[in-house]
């Protein structure tokens, strides 16, 4: 099935920095969500983005919905211990038949030196 | 409020076996979408349940079926497993006419 394309794979960073991964897709969306995944569990929300050129922000986190509507960014302020994890983005396109499929990007590994 | 549960956390099965998998959606919820995530890899959409009807699906073959309940739980059933039926299984719910969706923790598969 397709997978959207995010960079980096993966980031090795020491605690306190600033952390920034996008998502790129061939086609548009209309709703871009970003996820965290923990091992052995499942993606928690973070943040959902609706509007092209639209910039959200949850904490530490922002996230932008690119302007095309094919892509996404997401960043990370000050980075703790506790944002170790994969990090996904999804894209969604709305229809009649309502909420439609999330079309999952290949994720970020986030590890943090000590 | 109570989230997204799934059952069982773990289940080992054999080639040939069948498998059933069981969600409860997070309350106030009346959509299940039910994703695939191989090892490595992101969730992969395999069908979602709105009025106890399949409302859209994905690149699965129909030996993974399922059904949502009144309450609006549901189940997502695989027949004939195959190896590569070996993943993590994800259910989400969320509201007709909201975008967000909210995962459980899934449970593991192990096709041997």
């Known amino acids: 099935g397709q997978q959207l394309n995010q960079s980096p794979q993966s980031m090795f960073i020491q605690e306190g920095e600033d952390v920034s991964m996008n998502c790129t897709s061939s086609s548009i969306f209309n709703t871009w969500l970003w996820y965290k995944q923990d091992p052995g569990e499942g993606p928690v929300l973070l943040i959902a983005?609706?509007?092209?050129?639209e910039l959200t922000s949850n904490g530490r986190l922002t996230a932008q919905f690119g302007i095309t509507r094919k892509d996404s960014f997401l960043n990370i302020s000050a980075s703790i211990p506790s944002d170790v994890g994969i990090y996904f983005c999804a894209g969604q396109r709305t229809s009649n038949f309502g909420n439609e499929k999330l079309t999952f990007g290949t994720g970020t590994r986030l590890t943090i030196i000590p | 409020e109570t989230g997204v549960t799934q059952s069982p956390t773990h289940l080992i099965k054999t080639r040939g076996q069948q498998v059933t998998l069981r969600c409860s959606s997070q309350?106030?919820?009346?959509?299940v979408s039910w994703y695939q995530q191989a090892l490595g890899q992101g969730p992969q959409f395999i069908f979602q349940y709105y009025r106890e009807e399949e409302n859209g699906r994905g690149n699965f073959p129909p030996r993974f079926s399922g059904l949502q309940f009144p309450n609006y739980s549901s189940e997502l059933n695989v027949n004939a497993l195959e190896l590569d039926d070996s993943a993590l299984y994800l259910c989400?719910?969320?509201?007709?006419?909201?975008?967000?969706?909210?995962f459980g923790p899934g449970t593991r598969l192990t096709v041997l």
């Open positions: 309350s106030g919820h009346n959509t």
């Open positions: 983005l609706y509007k092209a050129g």
């Open positions: 989400a719910s969320s509201n007709r006419g909201w975008n967000e969706q909210f």
